[in-house]
């Protein structure tokens, strides 16, 4: 059976409170009421910038032994240098998390639509000269990338090629590491609240743990986050996928959950 580490994009939605966080939580008790129900979430605050290790230290003291976290690599490196002369950012970002030690899980490498298979040579120098002590997964956004070519190359630098679902990319697993990793994306905007479920993923989600099965009795971390847009409420989603998997569902208690099933 996989390892698995299930959890959402992010954490602090106000739309969460009062149906899936408590009605009167207050902001600092959000991560630790999060990590008593799931254990590991998906960093989006690190995509907007480089934290500050007393913050990072915070984030590691209020969750428990064996969470994760998995930051996502700032966009000034991925999206605004396309990882070209980003060296010392990228230092400075994992400098920054050095406060989590163990809870540190894969870093995620998001890269835009935009940075093709022709961005290769970027992207190689990027890898050859990342610390190999660090966990890292990819996701690409533009179908150019899905060749042969692409896998060896990850898996020759034992990175994670990222499985998600996200509009016009095949929906695959590519294992080219000794963990996967899965997003579940949904389109960008497409609910304008969170409060809960808009939609029911539930055939989907058999549909992934199906193309996930091959890889159960290699005992593999699996880990897979959830984004709002993908059926309305993120939290709600995983603990459906969680069901799914035969998991334990720590269920939040909240006085005025709503649910749409």
């Known amino acids: 059976m996989p390892q698995w580490y299930l959890g959402t994009i992010g954490f602090g939605y106000k739309d969460w409170i009062g149906t899936f966080y408590p009605s009167r939580i207050k902001q600092k008790e959000l991560l630790p009421y999060y990590s008593k129900v799931f254990n590991t979430v998906e960093l989006d605050t690190t995509f ?13 003291a209020v969750t428990g032994i ?10 000034l490196i991925t999206h605004e240098l396309g990882l070209t002369g980003a060296q010392g950012l990228m ?6 998390l050095s406060p989590l030690k163990d809870k540190l899980g894969p870093i995620l490498i998001q890269l835009p639509p935009r940075y093709t298979h022709e961005n290769l040579p970027g992207l190689v120098n990027f890898l050859e000269n990342m610390p190999q002590a660090y966990k890292l997964a990819i996701e690409f956004r533009h179908p150019s990338w ?7 190359l990850l898996a020759q630098y034992k990175v994670c090629w990222v499985s998600s679902e996200f509009p016009n990319l095949p929906k695959e697993i590519i294992p080219t590491t000794d963990f996967l990793y899965i997003r579940w994306i949904g389109v960008n905007g497409t609910y304008k609240q969170h409060t809960h479920e808009r939609i029911d993923k539930t055939v989907q989600l058999k549909w992934w743990l199906k193309i996930i099965q091959p890889f159960s009795d290699t005992n593999l971390p699996v ?12 939290a709600h ?3 459906r996928f ?7 569902v720590a269920e939040p208690q909240t006085s005025n959950q709503e649910r749409l099933f």
């Open 146 to 152: 899905y060749n042969p070519k692409t896998s060896e």
């Open 66 to 75: 064996g969470f994760k976290f998995c930051p996502k690599t700032p966009r």
């Open 223 to 234: 880990y897979g986050f959830f984004n709002n847009d993908y059926a309305g409420n993120a």
């Open 242 to 248: 969680k069901s799914i998997v035969g998991l334990p």
């Open 48 to 60: 907007h910038a480089i934290p500050r290790k007393t913050i990072v230290q915070a984030w590691a």
């Open 237 to 239: 989603t995983c603990n």
């Open 91 to 96: 230092q400075e970002f994992l400098d920054s």
